[in-house]
Structure formats: structure tokens, C-alpha cells
């Protein structure tokens, strides 16, 4: 059995509840939840149509009869259209940020903010956060739920808290010298930009206090986690969550860090293929579709994420019984169907970010230039790797091309491009290049 | 006789072939002779610089991925048998060739062979002292390690 990398310290006993007792408890908050959704219209017309109510629902399959709810829902319902409770009973309202379009709000009560604040104290003390830490949250504050949503979490486990909020890394680098803060709550992307900022000014991990992080709100890669925890010197833990479903707080990793513990008591999910809505095998990429079964501002019937990762029922070393949810390596939008198989993108980076002589530079071509989609992965190489022998070239080229296929199931024709030929992107890339849509025909 | 050769990675496209050639032409370096390996999507050009330092130098700062390998070059006389003669010479020394190519001098007499062996210093010492390591013709002076 590995070793737990920080105590295993268990802040709430529902995250070891024996399953027979954990799925009791989810059919009966699912039942309640069912009928307690209805005070939205939208929830009404949609169970209304299907016959659905609390006591139809036999058993926790019986979610896969509920309709789905779907970001575009909530658009259509702007600003606060999916409130099941009054207005004046609310306590919070939080927003997205609307980078992938228009707002959205979201609403909590005051029983919803002490659920939320307890599912961040979960992973919080899991990760190894205790009564005696000083947490600096570089989170941004605001209508973003991360800021919020962990710091009231870690008030909950009884450390100290330094809202230093994100933004003017200089500043946060002097916090944490003088201020000296045992964990670092922030994005994964902005941890790897404090601490380039730091090898900048000469500041060492030996510096700083830091033992600990907890990164979330952004997908993330385990190259990434090896690189914070080098350079800050600290032990980083991953978490899980969505503002349309509470915020952070869904899912945490545990001492053992072997995926992150879904809160199944709060949220039933299911892992779906994104094309048939069909569940996926543990162990298999797919959707994750969640159900609030705890809330009472805003519950959510079989919310599609778009997040794509894996699931894994094998019982936990920990005694944490709620399932363990993969990283999420991509998202349902930018799923690609070749001749019938789904594949991801973030997939293909995987196989590539295992090859050595490979940039992380990538283009995906999909074409149908007769009955059959063709498959072609544009690489850069890196200068390095370069041969001047043909058969070494080769070799590479066999080798991607293999890896590629190994990973996606799917052949596929690998091209290899000169080091810097191919886009760079700031921000959300856009590597699929689909020129079947273009041809009107899928 | 120890030669500098420089490979490029180059696309298979139309046009793609002229980029390094432009390069080296803009900075006043002659090619001394070259091969080009292909496959259906890409190529390795191979280039027998005079100045390579200098070659390789503005093929980089144009963004070529340039590698720079030693080759053997061999004059024989320009008549049946020349590279015969050489193979021969290497068939019980255990090198191997991994590729080579030819080009003819401007005096019209003799070829110069290029190889690219798997190990060129072994296959030099093999032809130490023997007349094919002596290369009479200057029209690779410059192109030497």
C-alpha cells in the first residue's frame, strides 16, 4: 500500500460512509431534491412532461430518467430564472465569467454557503491543511466562486487566512515571505507564474514557508503539479468544481492522490459518452453529468459539465468512499468523432507530451476525402531530435504515430513539421482543423 | 578525408526546397554539391557548404533546423569500378554505410564520393595510407572539419 503523503485526517464522517448507507442517502435526498426543483417553472414544465416526481424514482438508476440541464438552460433562464427558493431567501449570488459567452448568475442560501463552505473544508483538511495554517487565497474575489468558496472553506478547517486575492505577483511573493503562509490557494497556471516571478527576484522555496497548495479552477497536467512542487517546494492537491453545481468543492484528492474524491453525499455523477448519453465503463474517458442532491437555491438535474475525465469505483486506501474522478483532460465541445470512434484532442497532447524529440506544438486535420474520416496529426519536431538519417526520421515518425494510436484507438497519419511552423496560441488553442464540416456532409 | 556535411528538415511542399537555397544565396555561400533524401511528406536536404560555420549559422537564424555530420570523401577516377574499388575496400572493416552520394569535379576526371558511414573515423583509418584518402582535387577545399 503507498503511503499518505500528509495525514489522513477525515473533517466530515459522510466522506467514509459505507456505500449501502452513501447510496441510501443520495436516493433520498435525490427524491426530495426532485420535488423541491419543481418551484422553478423550468424544472416543472420539464418532470411535468416526463411524470416525473420524488417517489417515481426507485432506485439511484432511475436518475438516467431525469432531462438534463444544459449551460444554454441557464442562459435562456438569465439572470435568476432557476431560483427554487424566493428570492429573499438567498444569501449569495455568484457569476460566471462568460468567456464562453453570455453571464450566469448562480444563487446560494444561507444553508447552501455552510454546505459549500464544509465540501471546501473536506478537501482542504484532506490535502493536509490544519487548525495551525496561515492559508494565502490568491484567488480572485468576486463574483468568481473560487475566491469565496475556498475561503470560507478553510475558515471552517480553523486556519488563518490572508485574502490577498489575484493579481500583482511581486506583491504576492512579498505576503508570503513576510507573512510566511504554510498553503497557497490559487489557480495552477498563476502558482507557475509566482514562482517564475520568483526565480526572477532570486527567492527560493527556503525563503518561504510554504508547505502546501491546492489548485483548482482551470484543467491542469501532472507535468504542471511536478513543476509547482519544485519550484515552491511544496506538496500540491488538486480540486474539482463548477459554479453551476456549487463552486469548488465537488471533488478533492485525498492523501493517497490517486484522483479526486467525489462529495457523493452533496452530488450523484455519472460518466456518459457524449454522443449516445450511454454510461461509459470505469476507467473510460466520458462526460461528467452531476446532480445536486443537497442544494436549495439553485439544485440542478443531470448537469452536462462538457468536462471529460474518468471515473474509478475501486475503494480508496483512505476509507473515503465517494468515487474518484480523473483530472479533467478535456472538454465535450471539442470532441471529435473519427469513423465512429470519440476522440479528444487532450488525448492526442498526452500521447505527444510522452515522446521524446516532440514539441507541444500540434495541428489536427480531420478529413473525408472519400466514405472514410482520415486521421492526421501535424507534430513539430523538436531541433534536437533532428536526424539527418532518414531511417532515424522515420523511426520518430512511427513511434508518434504508434503512441497516437495506442491512446485514441483510431489510425492516423502523422506529419511531421519543422520546430516553430506551427500556430501559437494565447489562451483557449485551436488545434482541430475539421474540413469534413466545411464539405457539408457529417 | 573528413567532410562537413549539413542536413535540413524540409517539408515535401512546392517552394519548401528553395527556402535554405535562397538563404545560402543571399549570403554569398556556394553549394558544393547536395543530396535529398524524400519521403511523401517530407525531405532531408543535404548540403556540402563551403564555410559551413557560416551556412549553418544564417540557415539557424532563418529558423532551419540544421544538424551537422561528418561525412568521408573519397576521390576515385571517374570510370567503371571507381566505387566498387572503395566498397571493397570497406567490406571486411564491419562499417557500414548508411548513405552516400557522388558528384564529378569540374576537371572531368574524377568523382568524389561522400559517405556517410556509421562510424567515419574507423573507416578512415582503414583507408590510411592508402591513395583513395588522398584528395587531389581543391574543389572542397573549405568544406573540411
Not at chain 1, 153 to 170: C, K, R
Not at chain 1, 177 to 193: Q, R
Not at chain 1, 305 to 317: M, S, V
Amino acid at each position: 500500500m503507498p503511503a499518505p503523503l500528509v495525514p489522513n485526517v477525515i473533517f466530515d464522517p459522510a466522506e467514509t460512509l459505507p456505500r449501502p448507507d452513501l447510496e441510501a442517502l443520495q436516493l433520498a435526498r435525490l427524491r426530495r431534491t426532485v420535488d423541491h426543483v419543481r418551484r422553478a417553472p423550468f424544472f416543472q414544465r420539464e418532470l411535468a412532461a416526463r411524470g416525473l416526481t420524488g417517489d417515481s424514482l426507485r432506485s439511484l438508476d432511475d436518475v438516467r430518467r431525469l432531462p438534463f440541464t444544459v449551460k444554454e438552460n441557464l442562459r435562456a433562464h438569465y439572470p435568476l430564472d432557476l431560483l427554487a427558493v424566493p428570492r429573499e431567501d438567498l444569501a449569495r449570488i455568484h457569476g460566471s465569467s462568460g468567456t464562453t459567452g453570455t453571464p450566469t448568475f448562480v444563487a446560494y442560501t444561507a444553508k447552501d454557503l455552510d454546505t459549500w463552505s464544509g465540501l471546501c473544508a473536506r478537501f482542504l483538511r484532506a490535502g493536509g491543511l490544519s487548525p495551525a495554517h496561515t492559508v494565502q487565497i490568491s484567488f480572485g474575489y468576486g463574483l468568481f466562486t473560487g475566491g469565496f468558496g475556498l475561503h470560507y472553506g478553510a475558515e471552517m478547517v480553523g486556519a488563518a487566512i490572508l485574502p490577498a486575492a489575484a493579481g500583482n505577483t511581486d506583491r504576492q511573493i512579498q505576503l508570503l515571505k513576510d507573512i510566511g503562509a504554510d498553503a497557497l490557494v490559487c489557480t495552477p497556471s498563476y502558482a507557475l507564474t509566482i514562482a517564475e516571478t520568483m526565480k526572477k527576484q532570486g527567492v527560493s522555496p527556503g525563503d518561504l514557508n510554504l508547505s502546501l497548495g491546492f489548485f483548482g479552477a482551470e484543467p491542469w497536467t501532472e507535468d504542471m503539479r511536478v513543476e509547482i512542487e519544485k519550484e515552491l517546494g511544496i506538496l500540491a492537491f488538486n480540486n474539482y468544481g463548477l459554479s453551476e453545481v456549487i463552486g469548488p468543492g465537488v471533488s478533492g484528492e485525498c492523501p493517497y492522490r490517486d484522483g479526486m474524491h467525489v462529495q457523493e453525499d452533496n452530488f450523484i455523477i455519472e460518466c456518459l459518452d457524449p454522443e449516445t448519453l450511454e454510461p461509459v465503463p470505469d476507467g473510460e474517458l466520458g462526460e461528467l453529468v452531476i446532480t445536486t442532491i443537497n442544494k436549495e437555491a439553485m439544485p440542478f438535474l443531470r448537469y452536462r459539465t462538457r468536462d471529460i475525465a474518468r471515473l474509478n469505483h475501486e475503494p480508496c486506501p483512505c476509507g473515503r468512499t465517494g468515487v474518484r474522478m480523473s483530472r479533467v483532460t478535456g472538454r465535450s465541445d471539442d470532441m471529435l468523432i473519427i469513423r465512429g470512434v470519440n476522440i479528444f484532442p487532450s488525448q492526442i497532447e498526452e500521447a505527444l507530451l510522452r515522446i521524446e524529440g516532440v514539441a507541444p506544438h500540434y495541428q489536427i486535420i480531420v478529413d473525408r476525402p472519400g466514405y472514410l474520416d482520415e486521421l492526421t496529426v501535424r507534430v513539430e519536431i523538436r531541433p534536437d531530435s533532428f536526424s539527418d538519417e532518414m531511417r532515424v526520421m522515420q523511426q520518430l515518425r512511427d513511434r508518434i504515430a504508434r503512441r497516437v494510436q495506442t491512446v485514441t484507438g483510431v489510425r492516423c497519419a502523422i506529419e511531421l513539421a519543422p520546430p516553430e511552423t506551427l500556430a501559437r496560441f494565447e489562451g483557449k488553442a485551436k488545434r482541430v482543423v475539421d474540413r469534413r464540416l466545411s464539405k457539408g456532409g457529417l | 578525408m573528413k567532410v562537413k556535411q549539413l542536413s535540413l528538415f524540409v517539408e515535401n511542399r512546392p517552394g519548401q526546397l528553395m527556402i535554405p537555397c535562397q538563404i545560402l544565396a543571399d549570403a554569398g555561400i556556394s553549394i558544393q554539391t547536395l543530396s535529398l533524401a524524400d519521403t511523401d511528406q517530407f525531405g532531408i536536404l543535404r548540403l556540402i557548404v563551403k564555410e559551413w560555420e557560416a551556412a549553418k549559422k544564417v540557415l539557424e537564424e532563418a529558423g532551419c533546423v540544421v544538424t551537422v555530420t561528418d561525412m568521408v570523401a573519397v576521390e576515385v577516377p571517374d570510370h567503371p569500378g571507381g566505387l566498387a574499388k572503395v566498397l571493397k575496400e570497406m567490406e571486411h572493416s564491419g562499417v557500414n554505410v548508411e548513405y552516400m552520394y557522388a558528384f564529378t569535379c569540374k576537371r572531368g576526371d574524377r568523382a568524389i564520393l561522400l559517405f556517410r558511414f556509421d562510424n567515419p573515423d574507423l573507416a578512415l583509418s582503414k583507408m590510411a595510407g592508402h591513395p583513395l584518402s588522398a584528395i587531389t582535387c581543391d574543389c572542397l577545399n573549405g568544406c573540411f572539419d
